[in-house]
């Protein structure tokens, strides 16, 4: 295995790396566009249909849609943005070189994949945005302030890197290796989760005919609420509900009126409120006696 040339005087010449992208999703074109708009130059993007490649490159000036090899060819700073499942391959079928950096933006991909492109003299790293990309321009928005995970095993990119966290307004984080199965699963609790979490509310509101719409009307300024109090008191202390405040009867009436909903509905809201009761314990709104009463009404 070669070892890689020094990149770019990184980061005071991070405005002058030429930057591409392989794949031009989601995550591809928020990523893209903040970056040309942080004055960040992104001269070529590839995608295999064209008019993706095309949605990428139409806001940037001077930004060309070309082969994947010819990306790779153009830039210094190569992020491969493609669906995770094909990073590796992406990566293996494209010649890279010396003096280049190949990035991807996976959670869960441990930097390895791209060990094709290390062999051939290029530095390789992660760059995690810990945010959801569901619709580009809202991504886009929701950049600024987000935590990005970076991982580079040679200093001059991690230098690089953490130079692009700062110019995208973003806030940085360094992984421990080996880490990133755990570090992508505590995601998915305040990610998808919370969707999952909504699902159950939203079924139990459409029980007495309500819709989707009038429950999210009613659920999203609480959830809202609630994200709020976890900013301002943490988790256990800034946890609302009757466990919080030792109501037992409440959490009964609670249960008695979810059974006919099915024992999976039951049991989950069972496995929840477990999980609640030490926390309110630690936040010192209930004592022993009471986090026993409502661990014995759980398990009955
Ligand atoms: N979306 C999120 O919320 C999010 C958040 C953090 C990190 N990420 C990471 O960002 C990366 C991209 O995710 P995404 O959500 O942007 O995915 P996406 O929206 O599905 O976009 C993937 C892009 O890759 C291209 N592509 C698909 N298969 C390909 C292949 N075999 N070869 C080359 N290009 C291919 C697709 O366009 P063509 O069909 O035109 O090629 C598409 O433009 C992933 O590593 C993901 O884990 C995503």
Same mark, same amino acid.
């Given at each position: 295995?070669?070892?890689?040339?020094?990149?770019?005087?990184?980061?005071?010449?991070?405005?002058?790396?030429?930057?591409?992208?392989?794949?031009?999703?989601?995550?591809?074109? *928020?990523?893209?566009?903040?970056?040309?708009? +942080?004055?960040?130059?992104?001269?070529?993007?590839?995608?295999?249909?064209? %008019?993706?490649?095309?949605?990428?490159?139409?806001?940037i000036?001077?930004?060309?849609?070309?082969?994947?090899?010819? !990306?790779?060819?153009?830039?210094?700073?190569?992020?491969?943005?493609?669906?995770?499942?094909?990073?590796?391959?992406?990566?293996?079928?494209?010649?890279?070189? %010396?003096?280049?950096?190949?990035?991807?933006?996976?959670?869960?991909?441990?930097?390895?994949?791209?060990?094709?492109?290390?062999?051939?003299g290029?530095?390789?790293?992660?760059?995690?945005?810990?945010?959801?990309?569901?619709?580009?321009?809202?991504?886009?928005?929701?950049?600024?302030?987000?935590?990005? /995970?970076?991982?580079? &095993?040679?200093?001059?990119?991690?230098?690089?890197?953490?130079?692009?966290? %700062?110019?995208?307004?973003?806030?940085?984080?360094r992984?421990?290796a080996?880490?990133?199965g755990?570090?992508? +699963?505590?995601?998915?609790? /305040?990610? $998808?989760?919370?969707? *999952?979490?909504?699902?159950?509310a939203?079924?139990?509101?459409?029980?007495?005919?309500?819709?989707?719409?009038? +429950? =999210?009307?009613?659920?999203?300024p609480?959830?809202?609420? /609630?994200?709020?109090?976890?900013?301002?008191?943490?988790?256990?202390?800034?946890?609302?509900g009757?466990?919080?405040?030792?109501? =037992?009867?409440?959490?009964?009436?609670?249960? %008695?009126?979810?059974?006919?909903?099915?024992?999976?509905?039951?049991?989950?809201?069972?496995?929840?409120? &477990?999980? /609640? !009761?030490?926390l309110?314990? $630690?936040?010192?709104?209930i004592?022993?006696a $009471?986090?026993?009463g409502?661990?014995?009404? =759980?398990?009955?």
């Amino acid at each position: 295995m070669s070892t890689p040339a020094p990149l770019l005087a990184w980061p005071e010449d991070v405005a002058s790396l030429r930057i591409g992208f392989i794949g031009a999703g989601r995550l591809g074109q *928020a990523l893209a566009w903040r970056l040309a708009q +942080a004055g960040l130059k992104v001269v070529a993007v590839s995608s295999r249909q064209e %008019a993706q490649a095309l949605a990428l490159a139409s806001p940037i000036q001077g930004c060309a849609c070309l082969s994947a090899q010819a !990306v790779a060819d153009a830039c210094d700073l190569v992020f491969v943005t493609t669906p995770d499942s094909v990073i590796g391959a992406t990566c293996d079928g494209l010649t890279w070189r %010396a003096g280049q950096a190949v990035v991807h933006c996976s959670g869960v991909t441990e930097v390895g994949v791209l060990a094709h492109a290390l062999a051939q003299g290029a530095s390789i790293g992660g760059f995690h945005p810990m945010q959801t990309f569901g619709d580009s321009h809202a991504a886009a928005q929701s950049l600024p302030g987000c935590t990005i /995970t970076v991982e580079a &095993a040679q200093p001059e990119l991690m230098q690089g890197l953490l130079a692009l966290v %700062a110019g995208l307004q973003c806030v940085p984080n360094r992984l421990p290796a080996g880490m990133r199965g755990r570090y992508h +699963a505590a995601a998915g609790y /305040t990610s $998808q989760f919370i969707n *999952a979490l909504f699902d159950q509310a939203v079924r139990l509101w459409q029980s007495w005919g309500a819709t989707e719409e009038e +429950a =999210l009307r009613a659920l999203l300024p609480l959830a809202q609420g /609630t994200l709020s109090a976890i900013q301002s008191a943490g988790v256990a202390r800034g946890m609302p509900g009757p466990v919080s405040r030792g109501d =037992l009867s409440s959490i009964e009436k609670h249960l %008695a009126a979810i059974a006919p909903m099915g024992p999976e509905m039951r049991d989950f809201y069972k496995t929840l409120c &477990a999980v /609640t !009761v030490p926390l309110a314990r $630690q936040a010192g709104g209930i004592d022993e006696a $009471q986090a026993q009463g409502f661990t014995d009404l =759980l398990k009955a």
